[in-house]
T-cell receptor, first 117, second 113 residues
Framework: AQKITQTQPGMFVQEKEAVTLDCTYD???????LFWYKQPSSGEMIFLIY??????QNATEGRYSLNFQKARKSANLVISASQLGDSAMYFC??????????????FGTGTSLTVIP | KAGVTQTPRYLIKTRGQQVTLSCSPI?????VSWYQQTPGQGLQFLFE???????NKGNFPGRFSGRQFSNSRSEMNVSTLELGDSALYLC????????????FGPGTRLLVL
C-alpha cells in the first residue's frame, strides 16, 4: 500500500479563491509527522507546514493550514486567497518516527496547482 | 542565516564512474537527510544522518553510501554509476530528528551518460 497518496495530479484555482489539496497517509506507528512542501518550476523544495501526530490543533502558517483528520488518516493542505505565485507542485510527506530503527520518510506523487488570474 | 547548500549544482558523469555530492546544513542543524527525485519514481528517501551516524536508509542498493562529519556536513557517494541514477539529489536539514520543520537545499542535478 502507498504510504502517502495524493489523488489530484492537477488542480486549477481562481486567484484569490481558496483551494484544498488532498493527502491521505498510511502508517501503524503512533508517532509520525506530516509535512507539506511546495516545489516551483525552479526545483527548490520549500517547506510550508508541519503537523505532528500528537498535535491536537490543526497547524496553520499564514495562508496555509493543514486539515488533520487523524481517524481518516488525512492531512489536506488548504491555501487561502490563492496568488499567482502559488502555482507550483505540492508534495505531502510523512516522517515515520520509529525509535529503534530511525526515521523513514515518504513522499506523495504531488499535485500540480495552477492559479488562474 | 544561510540556507542548506549543496555542491556541485550540476554534474555530468559516465556509466561506471563514481560521484560524491556534498551538503552543508543550516548552521545549528544536526540532522541531514538525502533524497533522490526522478520523474518516474518521484521523491525517494535515501538516508538519514544524525550525530555522524546513519540512522536509517531507504531501499537503495549498496552503491549508494554516505557519511556525516562532526560539523554536520554530509556527503553522499554513488559508485559504479548507472543510467538510472540520473536524478535530482536533494539534501534536507533539521535541528534534530523530531523537528517540526525540514529545509531542503537546491539540489544536485546528476546526469549519467
Amino acid at each position: 500500500a502507498q504510504k502517502i497518496t495524493q489523488t489530484q495530479p492537477g488542480m486549477f484555482v481562481q486567484e484569490k479563491e481558496a483551494v484544498t489539496l488532498d493527502c491521505t497517509y498510511d502508517t501503524s506507528d503512533p508517532s509520525y509527522g506530516l509535512f507539506w512542501y511546495k516545489q516551483p518550476s525552479s526545483g527548490e523544495m520549500i517547506f510550508l507546514i508541519y503537523q505532528g501526530s500528537y498535535d491536537q490543533q490543526n497547524a496553520t502558517e499564514g495562508r496555509y493550514s493543514l486539515n488533520f483528520q487523524k481517524a481518516r488518516k488525512s492531512a489536506n493542505l488548504v491555501i487561502s486567497a490563492s496568488q499567482l505565485g502559488d502555482s507550483a507542485m505540492y508534495f505531502c510527506a510523512m516522517r515515520e518516527e520509529v525509535s529503534n530503527t530511525g526515521n523513514q520518510f515518504y513522499f506523495g506523487t504531488g499535485t500540480s496547482l495552477t492559479v488562474i488570474p | 542565516k544561510a540556507g542548506v547548500t549543496q555542491t556541485p549544482r550540476y554534474l555530468i558523469k559516465t556509466r561506471g564512474q563514481q560521484v560524491t555530492l556534498s551538503c552543508s546544513p543550516i548552521s545549528g542543524h544536526r540532522s541531514v537527510s538525502w533524497y533522490q527525485q526522478t520523474p518516474g519514481q518521484g521523491l525517494q528517501f535515501l538516508f538519514e544522518y544524525f550525530s555522524e551516524t546513519q540512522r536509517n536508509k531507504g531501499n537503495f542498493p549498496g552503491r549508494f553510501s554516505g557519511r556525516q562529519f562532526s560539523n554536520s556536513r554530509s556527503e553522499m557517494n554513488v559508485s559504479t554509476l548507472e543510467l538510472g541514477d540520473s536524478a535530482l539529489y536533494l539534501c534536507a536539514s533539521s535541528l534534530d530528528r523530531r523537528s517540526a520543520s525540514q529545509y531542503f537545499g537546491p539540489g544536485t542535478r546528476l546526469l549519467v551518460l
